[in-house]
């Protein structure tokens, strides 16, 4: 059974950057594509950026991108989210998300780590 684990978030000035970081456990790390995920109070869970097995693709969404880059290490099972030019409305609970060679959608998630963005 894979474990994800998120940590690295906290509160933070506008302007500001955060590394969020998500270790893997329970399974063969470089066999899942991943993904981040954050949610706000009162707002539908959004996607923000994926990663190949490998971490040779990388895809973003809008909100996010040039200012978020995913990246991941296999040898240390863990994948990572910088984050950039923080705004307040990146203000949220984030989740990292795995999903298996044979799965259609993420099937793995973790608990969330929150981050918050002051003006």
């Known amino acids: 059974q894979v474990q994800l684990v998120e940590s690295g978030g906290g509160l933070v000035r506008s302007g500001g950057s955060l590394r969020l970081s998500c270790a893997a456990s329970g399974g063969t790390f470089s066999s899942y594509t991943m993904g981040w995920f954050r949610q706000a109070p009162g707002k539908e869970r959004e996607f923000l950026a994926t990663?190949?097995?490998?971490?040779?693709?990388?895809n973003y969404a809008d909100p996010v991108k040039g200012r978020f880059t995913i990246s991941r290490d296999n040898a240390k099972n863990t994948v990572y989210l910088q984050m950039n030019s923080l705004k307040p409305e990146d203000t949220a609970l984030y989740y990292c998300a795995a999903r298996t060679k044979t799965a259609n959608s993420y099937d793995h998630w973790g608990q969330g780590t929150q981050v918050t963005v002051s003006s």
């Open positions: 990663i190949t097995r490998s971490g040779a693709g990388t």
